[in-house]
């Protein structure tokens, strides 16, 4: 059982940068994707980005693209996603996932193609 710990959420201004951290509980992240979701208040919970388990294929959802990036330090057993040029619309809660695969290609973007979850982290960005 992997257990995946989220951190650097928070409240900042419309404009501003934040980076979420996720490690797993006990366990190496070696060999697992990673990806993170968000579910904004009264909405379903949708798909934010993705990285292979190698980091070197990334895969973003087209609002976040070119403001956010996904990566890893597997020496550091993390993975993060630096926020950039933030906006209100991305107020959220975030939630870090993983699942285990060598492969690249294609990246998973559906919640249940992910087995572990972490417990989310609130972002709150201001206009």
């Known amino acids: 059982q992997v257990q995946l710990v989220e951190s650097g959420g928070g409240l900042v201004q419309a404009g501003g940068s934040l980076r979420l951290s996720c490690a797993p509980s006990g366990r190496t992240f070696s060999g697992y994707r990673v990806a993170w979701f968000r579910q904004a208040p009264g909405k379903e919970r949708e798909f934010a980005a993705a990285?292979?388990?190698?980091?070197?294929?990334?895969y973003y959802t087209d609002s976040v693209k070119g403001r956010f990036t996904i990566s890893r330090d597997n020496a550091k057993n993390t993975a993060f996603l630096q926020m950039n040029s933030l906006k209100p619309d991305d107020t959220a809660v975030y939630y870090c996932a993983a699942t285990f695969s060598w492969a690249d290609w294609p990246l998973p973007i559906t919640q249940h193609e992910y087995v572990y979850w972490g417990q989310g982290t609130q972002v709150t960005v201001s206009s």
């Open positions: 990285i292979s388990s190698g980091g070197s294929t990334t």
